[in-house]
């Protein structure tokens, strides 16, 4: 490694591991017939009565008289085999490694595979486990050990590494800044206390990333404002020991989901498939931006990610590469993101629905301008901003009279301009 002490042996040691697990490349050239199944006892003993099932069909087909079978019969036992069918397909599977062919391998002389040199042996850097190797058996790739020690409560980087993310994602910036890098050139910790007590934490609560959810947005540094105060900023300009909330833009994801939640479209239910099947064809043509690809009201969690072609929305606002492993995205303020809150359809149909919403539940202009601001901002209105907005509304339905005919649609449509804005004010799109 070119800063840390992580020897060309210590590279060739691990990639030994990998090498010795056979990975599914892809799903098209994998047989079924090579399927191994990891199942519960429950699962298993389901599996071997569907399959008696099938044998028991087959034993009945070969030593009887079709001429003479009851057709009766032949349907009772063509169900059971649709049956059965079905409850196989229904059993959880998963595309999963398997142990490949045990190999340690030679480190070779500056990266050229002409030039081999000694044997590297199967086992885990020297610098976080120190000189004592952990054993790999020569029949075992080492990917179960590897597991099993980067999860250990003492190993000194994995769960660090964790909470820190954790922490960055609650807060804008880690205990740590450098997030991909927790080498000799590292940022040093603002808190190493915080870090290493939030450490022990989350490994005392097995590892439960929801846990370390909740305890860090119960905390008060969490619920600080983000309000400036000249007297802390003076002594911790960049604001490293918290004294205010870090003001950040949302990620795409969570804004596409906070429009769908608001529109009330958000489907929300967890697992399954995330496209129509129809559109699965789609998913590797590699030619064209297929909408039908991402016209899903599923969270942003269950879209694809093509790389050739990037959900639009997400590459506006700054989604990840995702070619390459990256712990932090970068923000950008740019005019695209600006046409997309005025012109997307997404933002046409949220700000449709809540409209509608307010309009449908509440009687009067001050009681949808309080309830459309809960909804959007999570607070009322103040004053200032109610009277202006009752201005708006006034004078847009007015303008509005001369080219549209009800004034229910009039009403309607100046609410939804209403809500336009306010989902693309900073309030919105800002933690603030």
């Known amino acids: 490694h ?16 990998f090498t010795s697990t056979k990975t599914v490349l892809s799903y098209r050239v994998t047989s079924k017939l090579n399927a ?104 075992r790739s080492g990917r179960l050990e590897f597991a099993q020690w980067l999860t250990r409560p003492e190993h000194p980087l994995t769960a660090r590494v964790m909470v820190n993310r954790i922490w960055k994602g609650h807060f804008g910036e880690g205990i740590v800044r450098s997030m991909d890098n927790f080498g000799l050139l590292a940022d040093r910790p603002d808190n190493l206390g915080l870090l290493d007590w939030l450490t022990l934490r989350f490994v005392e609560d097995g590892w439960s990333v929801k846990a370390m959810h909740r305890l860090i947005m119960l905390s008060s540094a969490y619920r600080m404002s983000s309000s400036p105060n000249p007297r802390h900023a003076e002594i911790d300009p960049q604001n490293r020991l918290l004294w205010r909330m870090h003001r950040r833009r949302m990620e795409a994801e969570v804004i596409r989901d906070s429009l769908l939640a608001l529109s009330g479209n958000l489907d929300d239910h967890v697992g399954g498939k995330t496209l129509p099947h129809a559109s699965f064809v789609n998913l590797n043509d590699g030619k064209s931006r297929d909408s039908a690809v991402y016209a899903s009201d599923r969270r942003s969690v269950y879209l694809p990610v093509l790389r050739s072609a990037l959900y639009e929305m997400f590459e506006t606002f700054d989604f990840a590469n995702p070619s390459t492993a990256n712990g932090r995205r970068s923000t950008t303020t ?4 600006a046409l997309f809150m005025m012109n997307s359809g997404l933002i046409e149909r949220a700000s449709l629905a ?10 009067d202009d001050s009681g ?31 303008a509005a009279a001369t080219t549209e005919g009800e004034s229910a649609s009039r009403r309607v449509r100046a609410w939804q301009a209403l809500c336009r804005v306010l989902l693309s004010s900073n309030e919105f799109v800002y933690v603030m």
Do not use: C
């Not at 740019?334 to 993101?337: D, E, H, K, L, V």
């Open 2 to 17: 070119k800063f840390d002490p992580i020897t060309t042996e210590d590279y060739y040691s691990l990639l030994g591991i």
């Open 36 to 139: 191994t199944a990891l199942l519960s006892e429950r699962a298993e003993q389901r599996l071997t009565e569907i399959e008696d099932s099938f044998d028991f069909h087959d034993d009945f087909v070969t030593n009887s008289n079709s001429a003479t079978t009851p057709k009766e019969v032949l349907d009772e036992h063509k169900k059971a085999i649709d049956l059965a069918k079905e409850q196989y397909e229904a059993i959880p599977k998963a595309m999963a490694v398997g142990e490949g062919e045990i190999a340690d391998l030679p480190v070779m002389i500056r990266g050229s595979h002409l030039t081999p040199g000694e044997t590297a042996p199967r086992r885990f850097p020297h610098i976080l486990q120190g000189r004592t190797d952990h054993v790999i058996g020569s029949d």
């Open 334 to 337: 740019i005019a695209p993101q």
């Open 354 to 363: 809540v409209a509608e919403r307010v309009v449908r539940e509440n009687g």
């Open 368 to 398: 949808r301008l309080d309830a459309v601001y809960r909804l959007v901002h999570l607070r009322p209105p103040d004053r200032e901003e109610s009277n202006r907005w009752k201005d708006f509304l006034e004078r847009y339905e007015q």
